[in-house]
Structures are given as C-alpha cells and as structure tokens.
C-alpha cells in the first residue's frame, strides 16, 4: 500500500482565507498604475466622477438585488459589466448603463473613473474588490446573517471547508474596513426616522434649568454637595488618559462637582494605592497617583478640579457618575 503524506499547509491561497494555508496573494498595485500618467495619481489632479460600478458579470449574480442597486443608483451613475449573448434582451435594471464583458485594461480603467465599486454578494473573495480599492474605489459589500457555510449554501456544500463566510469579502471586512470598505444589510429596509435627544427638548431643558437654580451655588465656599455623593462611582484611571475617557468607557460621565470626595489621603487607600509621599500642588491633574515613586498628588486649589487632561506619568482618581437615557447633565437621582 503506498502511503501519501499530504501537508495541509502546501496549498498557497490567492486571499488570506484562515491561517490553515499559506497566503500567497498578489498584487494589484502594478495594475492601478498601468496606463496611467504619473501625475494623475497625485492627490490634486485624481478626480472621480460621480459613479458607480457593480461587481458581477453575470444575470444571475443580479437576481434578487434589483431595489438594492436601484437605491444606489437613485444617487449615482450606474455601471455593470455583464456579459450579454448576442440576441438576447439585458436584464438589468433600465438605469443600469453596462459595457458588456470588458478586457482587464477597459475594466481597470472604468474602475479609476468611479467612486464605489458595489458588491452583489457573489462572487466570494475575488480580486477585483481589492483591485477597486487600489484604485481609489469604496467597496460596498452584502453581509451574511446567517452566514454562509456548506450548511446553508450550494457553492460550498461538498466542499471540504468549515469556514462561515460573514459577508462577500471577509478578507477586505476585516483587515482594510473603513472607511476603504463598507459592509452593510441589504436586506435592511428601516428608513431613519428623526430623532430629538430628550436633552434638547423643552422638557429636558427645563429639567437642567431648574437642576442647576436649586442646588448649584457658585458664590459659597463650602464644598458642592450637588450632586449627591451617592452618586460618585470612583474609578483610576490608567496611564495617559483623562477623566472623561476613563468613564465614558465605563458608559459614565466625570463629574466634576465630585472630585472632592477623591481629594484626600482615603481615597487612594480605597483604590488599593500605596503612597510613599503624598503632596497638595496648584495641578489641574490631581488628584493623580505616580506609580515612579509612589507619589500620591492632592489638589491644593478647587477651583482647578477638571475632567479633562492626562500625563503618560500620571493615573487620575476620577469622580464618575450615571445619567438617565437622554439627560448626560444630571444624575439619575438629581431629577
């Protein structure tokens, strides 16, 4: 019985399908400059004209997808490249304006000319998208949901893969993305509707109006007691960072009126900080803790506690705190 030894990773792919096989590619960078003055690659003399081109040269790649490509071409000049037998009536949409089967020099030229090269959702993983985004062209593609695998689609059943393909180019989806490519729902069909944020509405105005007349006062000098101090939720910022960022990654916001609860010797002792020397200095950053040293800085004066600012040498104690759906200014309980 003569045994074969066959290597899984000799076959070398023209995408970079999964890292199963080696990714051999190719270029599409001799091919976006071919034929082309130099001086028409540069950025103040490359103009595009308002058009389109979609990705598919045969009838059947377009069944199904005549609303989609009519919305498109509401908004610019349509092109298609299908091969058409001769004698037979086109298919395609009347606003669809197709050159037939073009050689790769026609094509490559038609493509520096549009804006948006259009995907179908067949065929899967070609070169052209990459070729059209190479020549300046944003690549609009279908995604899959579900997506497609030889559980739920003819061209791969059989076949000995169990990739799940999450749109027609998963390659050009996940590793160029935006702004060069554009994967979207065609099947979404959810006009957007306008919407007012309940903060600028009138009754959202009124709720800050009155939120600030009753509890704000500039003139006092004692410490703010609005908002609550129920409301704080403390968190350390890391290196690099300011306040704001700190809790809107947390989905809060900082709060400056709270930043005197952070403004003492406990507050570092209850994020787990250790202070080897601890100082009040005028430092619109502090409080902050230095881990080089172990230096914990206090805010001397009040009225320099910000929310935005940071320092690579600095982890900021900041003072973040919930909003309700619409109304980023006041607490949940400060209605």
């Known amino acids: ?32 400059r071919a034929d082309v003055r130099e001086e028409e690659l540069e950025p103040e003399t490359y103009k595009k004209d308002r058009m389109a081109v979609v990705y598919g040269k045969q009838d059947y790649m377009w069944q199904g997808k005549s ?19 001769p004698g037979h009536s086109s298919n395609l949409p009347g606003s669809i304006t197709n050159h037939g089967l073009l050689s790769q020099e026609h094509f490559l030229r038609l493509l520096r000319r549009a804006k948006v090269f259009v995907g179908l959702g067949f065929p899967y993983e070609g070169p052209a998208p990459i070729e059209a985004i190479a020549l300046g062209c944003v690549y609009l593609q279908p995604k899959f949901d579900p997506p497609h695998s030889s559980d739920n689609n003819d ?12 749109s027609q180019h998963p390659y050009a989806e ?16 959810t006009d957007v509707k306008p919407f007012t944020p309940r903060e600028f509405t009138c009754e959202g ?47 809060l916001v900082c709060e400056p009126a709270l930043f005197h609860h952070l403004n003492s010797p406990s ?5 787990g900080l250790g202070c080897a020397s601890m100082g009040q200095e005028d430092y619109h950053l502090f ?8 230096h914990c800085g206090l805010q001397q004066e009040p009225l320099l506690f910000s929310c935005a600012g940071a ?13 309700p759906p619409g109304q980023v200014a006041l607490c949940p309980d400060c209605i």
């Not at 007349?213 to 410490?223: L, R």
């Not at 609005?226 to 890391?238: I, N, Q, T, V, Y």
């Not at 409080?287 to 172990?294: E, Q, S």
């Not at 320092?311 to 909003?323: F, G, I, N, Q, V």
């Open 287 to 294: 409080p902050a803790y230095n881990p080089w040293g172990r």
């Open 67 to 85: 609303e989609y490509v009519e919305v498109i071409s509401e908004e610019l000049e349509t092109h298609a490249t299908v091969y058409q037998p």
């Open 1 to 32: 019985m003569l045994m074969i030894s066959v290597l899984l990773h000799i076959s070398a792919n023209l995408i970079a399908h999964t890292p199963d096989n080696s990714f051999l590619g190719f270029v599409s960078e001799e091919a976006a």
């Open 311 to 323: 320092d690579p040498s600095h982890r900021r104690l900041c003072p973040c705190r919930a909003h």
């Open 267 to 271: 507050a570092f002792t209850r994020l």
């Open 205 to 251: 105005m009124l709720e800050r109006v009155r939120g600030y007349i009753t509890h704000q006062d500039f003139c006092s000098k004692s410490v703010p007691t609005w908002p609550p101090e129920s409301a704080l939720r403390m968190h350390l910022g890391p290196l690099g960072q300011s306040c704001v960022s700190v809790c809107r990654r947390s989905s």
């Open 155 to 166: 061209f791969y059943k059989g076949k000995p893969t169990t990739r799940q393909i999450s």
């Open 174 to 189: 996940e590793f160029i993305g935006r702004p060069h490519v554009w994967t979207v729902d065609m099947a979404n069909r």
